[in-house]
Structure formats: C-alpha cells, structure tokens
C-alpha cells in the first residue's frame, strides 16, 4: 500500500513556542490530507481536511489560528501548532488520499507525539 | 454520520478465532462499512471494507448482516500482532472526493500467548 511519513516522530518544546509538523506521502500524490489528534486512551479526533492548493476546512471546535496547515504541494501537508501550551500535548497522526482507490481508503501517517512542558 | 457501536473491549487467544461486532443500525444505503486498526503508538491502518456482501483479504474476512444493520470483522487466526484498537466506520463514496473517517472508540483486541 501507499505510505505516509511524519516527520518529527516525537517532539518536545516550551510553552509558547510554535512546532511545524511534516506530513508526506512518499509514492502517491495526495489530492486530499486530514490531520487527526489523538489524547491518550481516546479516539482520533479529525481536526482539519486540507485539498493541494486551498484553504483548509477546520473542524467545528478546532482553532484555525493555533493550527495551521498548509497544503502546499500534492505530496506535502504541515500542521503547526502556534504557542503551544501543555494542553496542546498529543500524538498528532496525518492520512492522505490519492483520489485513484477505488474505495477511498485513506493512508495514515505513524504519527507525531507532541510534548509541551 | 452514521453511529457505530462497537464493545470497548475484547479478549482472545493466540491462533484462535476472533469475531468483533458492530453495530450500524441507522446505516444508509450508500454507506460502505470499513474497518481500520491502530496498533499501539501507531497510525491507524486499513483493514477491510464492504457495501453488502461478504469480503476476504490477506488481513481479514467481513461479514456483513442481510439487512446491513451489523457487521463483524474476523481475523481467522489471531497473532500477538493482531492485538490493536479495531475502528469500525460508516463512509460515503463520493464521486470525484474523499470523504472523512469519523472515529468512534473502538474496541480494543487483547490477545494472550
């Protein structure tokens, strides 16, 4: 199958520092990216679908401001979470789309643990 | 979205069969049923999907309800690997588009040695 990579897999940084997080599909182009954030023992929690080229569409609750993703290019997506703060502490997963399955199956990245101290 | 309903947990044992069950009673008829699973510490990966017949792949089988109401996803042998959070969702086929994955809480596969 496709593969999707995340790059950091782990990150630490201060409060009220801003973390850019890289999400690439590596042989496939990804007409549509979604990033998801996942608290421990929860579910995946869809926070913003991005298509190449356009604005993103933020999830109702999701601040826009805070998280910023830009969809550059049809194998890139980044998220970065300005002024971080230790409640923003989460493992951050992407998944793309390379609107060619026939089934619509979305490849997920291994995502990115984020701490905030 | 259509809601799933799925046991929050499950346990099985090494090389035996398991069977989890959801529940997708107010399903439409466009919707197709997939399963993913999340490995711990892991992105989820794509396990199975169906619209109203049974599916098998290398992974998994998939049994779907006559009525579409329920569905149950078998690993025929199960591994220590196997041991995840299994996701079962609802999702339309757009034509042309992607649509998003809703996920519920799953259950999560214990699997003893």
């Known amino acids: 199958g496709a593969v999707v990579s995340q790059h950091p897999s782990r990150v630490i940084c201060k409060s009220g520092t801003s973390v850019k997080i890289e999400c690439r599909s590596l042989d496939f182009q990804a007409t549509t990216m979604f990033w998801y954030r996942q608290f421990p023992k929860q579910s995946l929690m869809l926070m913003a679908t991005?298509?190449?080229?356009?604005?993103?569409?933020?999830e109702q609750g999701v601040e826009k401001d805070k998280f910023l993703i830009n969809h550059a290019s049809l194998t890139l997506s980044t998220l970065t979470v300005t002024s971080a703060h230790p409640e923003d502490s989460s493992f951050y997963i992407c998944?793309?789309?390379?609107?060619?399955?026939?089934?619509?199956?979305?490849?997920f990245g291994p995502g990115t643990r984020l701490t905030v101290l | 979205d259509a809601k799933t309903t799925q046991p929050n947990s499950m346990e099985s044992n090494e090389e035996e069969p398991v069977h989890l069950p959801c529940n997708h009673s107010?399903?439409?008829?466009?919707?197709?049923i997939h399963w993913y699973r999340q490995l711990p510490s892991q992105g989820p990966e794509y396990v199975i999907h169906?619209?109203?017949s049974n599916v098998n792949n290398r992974m998994a089988s998939l049994a779907i309800a006559e009525d579409r109401k329920s569905s149950t996803l078998i690993l025929h042998r199960a591994t220590l690997r196997d041991a995840a959070v299994y996701y079962c969702i609802l999702r339309a086929h757009p034509q042309g588009g992607s649509e998003k994955l809703v996920f519920g809480k799953g259950t999560k596969l214990t699997v003893n040695p």
């Open positions: 991005s298509n190449e080229g356009s604005k993103a569409t933020y």
């Open positions: 169906g619209l109203t």
């Open positions: 107010t399903i439409s008829g466009t919707d197709y």
């Open positions: 998944s793309a789309y390379d609107g060619v399955s026939s089934y619509n199956e979305q490849f």
